[in-house]
């Protein structure tokens, strides 16, 4: 089947995809777009987080066809070309980035936690934090550490316009 979608703002045409295929085999395989990691293709992880039509979701448990039409974000279309988003900035200045493997998924994690925030005018709490990330694993930080960039984050982020 031929599979119409806009990805990062960019319309894509692709074809011959196969109707069992995710949406992760597609931004990887046949796009291009490698960022979003593929570690457990189950759901379990957090590593392929993607937004659909600006909802977080496990792109390895969305099939290709139902992104037919819809608007999809990678991490590869947080920030313009040669430049760091905020979020990524964040996790770089906190340490939170060791082998990276679960690193895009998280920052497309917090970026929609930090801009539902910014949203209602305030940043989030602790506990919000640790719900909206829960689905995303880390082996290596022990968590604290992307604890503290997703504060910076969304102390940076409390700042620009919105
Ligand atoms: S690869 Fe999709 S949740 Fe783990
Ligand atoms: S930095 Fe290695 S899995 Fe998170």
Not at 37 to 44: F, H, T
Not at 53 to 82: F, I, K, M, Y
Not at 105 to 117: F, I
Not at 119 to 132: L, S, V, Y
Request: glycine share 12%; aromatic share 4%.
């Amino acid at each position: 089947m031929r599979l119409t979608c806009t990805v990062n703002g960019d319309r894509h045409e692709v074809d011959d995809v196969w109707e069992g295929e995710s949406l992760l085999y597609v931004l990887r395989e046949r796009m291009g777009l490698p960022g979003s990691k593929n570690a457990c293709e189950q759901g379990e992880c957090g590593s392929c987080t993607v937004y659909l039509d600006g909802v977080p979701v496990c792109a390895c448990l969305v099939a290709a066809g139902q992104a037919q039409g819809r608007e999809v974000g990678t991490v590869e279309g947080l920030a313009g070309p040669g430049e760091l988003h905020p979020v990524q900035e964040a996790f770089l200045e906190a340490g939170a980035v060791q082998c990276g493997f679960c690193t895009p998924g998280l920052l497309v994690a917090t970026d929609d936690l930090v801009r539902r925030s910014r949203a209602e005018g305030r940043r989030p709490a602790d506990a919000e934090i640790r719900e909206a990330l829960a689905g995303n694993l880390c082996r290596c930080t022990g968590y604290e550490k992307i604890l503290d960039a997703v504060r910076l984050a969304a102390d940076r982020m409390a700042g620009e316009a919105r």
